[in-house]
Nanobody, 131 residues
Framework: EVQLQASGGGLVQPGGSLRLSCATS????????IAWFRQAPGKEREGVGC????????YYTESVKGRFTISRDNAKNTVDLQLNSLQPEDTAHYYC????????????????????????WGKGTQVTVSS
């Protein structure tokens, strides 16, 4: 059974940090690029970051560049997302997912309309940024 389980979410004040982790099992982890998505109430799901199977050239959506860092450990089958300088607009449910390819897609469509590009979705974790 394929599983991707995100953890590490919580309530944090503006300017604070969190580290999310995605634990995976049931598929060949190091064959695939892994991404983080988020969805806020009333908004579409959007791609936040992606890391390729070889941990090269990570992708970040513009709004999180310089604040979020994605990393992976192929020995542990995990992908982490470090969130720094959090702002209220970062409040969302965060999901990890496996793309169908080993490299992060170049197309913006893959991050804005991901369902045809993703083969496995994980259960999410809530991040709330509020004072």
């Amino acid at each position: 059974e394929v599983q991707l389980q995100a953890s590490g979410g919580g309530l944090v004040q503006p300017g604070g940090s969190l580290r999310l982790s995605c634990a995976t099992s049931g598929f060949i982890f190091d064959d695939y690029a892994i991404a983080w998505f988020r969805q806020a109430p009333g908004k579409e799901r959007e791609g936040v970051g992606c890391i390729s199977r070889r941990d090269s050239s990570p992708y970040y959506t513009e709004s999180v560049k310089g604040r979020f860092t994605i990393s992976r450990d192929n020995a542990k089958n995990t992908v982490d997302l470090q969130l720094n300088s959090l702002q209220p607009e970062d409040t969302a449910h965060y999901y990890c997912a496996s793309f169908r390819l080993g490299v992060c897609p170049y197309s913006a469509d893959a991050y804005e309309h991901p369902y045809k590009y993703v083969n496995y979705w994980g259960k999410g974790t809530q991040v709330t940024v509020s004072s």
